[in-house]
Nanobody, 117 residues
């Protein structure tokens, strides 16, 4: 079992920046991919970005060029740097961990990001 705790959410103006952090603990050795999803009321949770243990990254088209996912294996941390945020980036952001072959099985409690002027 992997425990994930997000932090860094909050209120940000359009065009601004925010960095989300995710601290992982527990059975880390079983994880080879981590990511960030987001969800807004009435919509399905969507993948924002993911990064494998070999540092291969993938991004949703809507955030490419604006968001950057990174990880610090020594600290068991994953980050999401959000730049040039837009109103439509408002959502609850969830950190997730899993295995490339089996998908994401562990989730954090979520952190709210509100983009508003």
């Amino acid at each position: 079992q992997v425990q994930l705790v997000e932090s860094g959410g909050g209120l940000v103006q359009p065009g601004g920046s925010l960095r989300l952090s995710c601290a992982a603990s527990g059975s880390i050795a079983s994880v080879n991919v981590m990511g960030w999803y987001r969800q807004t009321p009435g919509k399905e949770r969507e993948l924002v970005a993911a990064i494998t243990s070999s540092y291969t990254t993938t991004y949703a088209d809507s955030v490419k060029g604006r968001f950057t996912i990174s990880r610090d294996n020594a600290k068991n941390m994953v980050y999401l740097q959000m730049n040039s945020v837009k109103l439509e980036d408002t959502a609850v952001y969830y950190c997730t961990a899993g295995q490339v072959d089996y998908g994401f099985g562990s989730w954090g409690q979520g952190t709210q990001v509100i983009v508003s002027s």
